[in-house]
């Protein structure tokens, strides 16, 4: 089976333009999860998602995030404008059920460099 | 405060030894503890987990102990081989919420 699918792996683009990073979760798997990942905070969640409905953005740094998830089968975070402290690995995961005994399935990320 | 604390930072083992990762909490409003090993270039992976109300869980090399009263727990490896060498990571379930707190990770490195 296919995991989660991120693109792109790896990003560059200089101060004041807008990214867009794009998730593909498992299919069947109702909820979706965005994280960053940096060595400083280490990993933290963004946003999640429930059957395409944003749940809690409560970890959303500031409203230069935004989520969307328009399909059950894709998401999207974009940053605008984009600034250098906001390079890290964004990490997108799926879950079955949300049910903690059910795991988070993680993508490989896509590395952001922002210049 | 929500977080969790992980320790070591990084951890350098020989081949057929244990490798003991420790985590501490504080806040009680967590009920599931998973462990995460993140290969680089890659996303964090399910490991192993434990619920609080289990002491001790294994599967293989990997074994969760869990502490309630200390608000601990930790991770052993037995028998550390060179493909264990990974970041690992701690994390615990908010109750109710689905959202994973993690600890700050743990590299591991086993040598040959």
């Known amino acids: 089976d296919a995991g989660v699918i991120q693109s792109p792996r790896h990003e560059v683009t200089e101060m004041g333009q807008e990214v867009t990073l794009r998730c593909k979760p498992i299919s069947g798997h109702d909820y979706l999860f965005w994280y960053r990942q940096t060595m400083m905070r280490g990993l933290e969640l963004l946003i999640y998602f429930n059957n395409n409905v944003p749940i809690d953005d409560s970890g959303m740094p500031e409203d230069r995030f935004s989520a969307k998830m328009p399909n059950a089968s894709f998401s999207t975070l974009k940053i605008q404008p984009s600034e250098p402290r906001d390079s890290a690995v964004y990490f997108c995961?799926?879950?079955?059920?949300?049910?903690?005994?059910?795991?988070?399935?993680f993508g490989d990320g896509t590395r952001l460099s922002i210049l | 405060q929500q977080q969790v604390k992980q320790s070591p930072q990084s951890l350098i083992v020989q081949k057929g030894g244990i490798s003991i990762i420790n985590c501490a909490y504080e806040?009680?409003?967590?009920?599931?503890f998973p462990w995460y090993q993140q290969f680089p270039g890659k996303g964090p992976a399910l490991l192993i987990a434990?619920?609080?109300?289990?002491s001790e869980k294994k599967e293989g090399r990997f074994t969760i102990s869990f502490n309630k009263s200390a608000k601990q727990f930790s991770l052993h490896i037995m028998d550390s081989q060179p493909g264990d060498s990974a970041t690992y990571f701690c994390a615990a379930e908010i109750s109710g919420t689905y959202k994973y707190i993690f600890g700050t990770g743990t590299r591991l490195k086993v040598l040959a």
């Open positions: 995961a799926s879950s079955d059920t949300g049910r903690p005994d059910q795991p988070q399935h």
């Open positions: 434990i619920r609080p109300d289990v």
């Open positions: 806040n009680t409003a967590f009920d599931y």
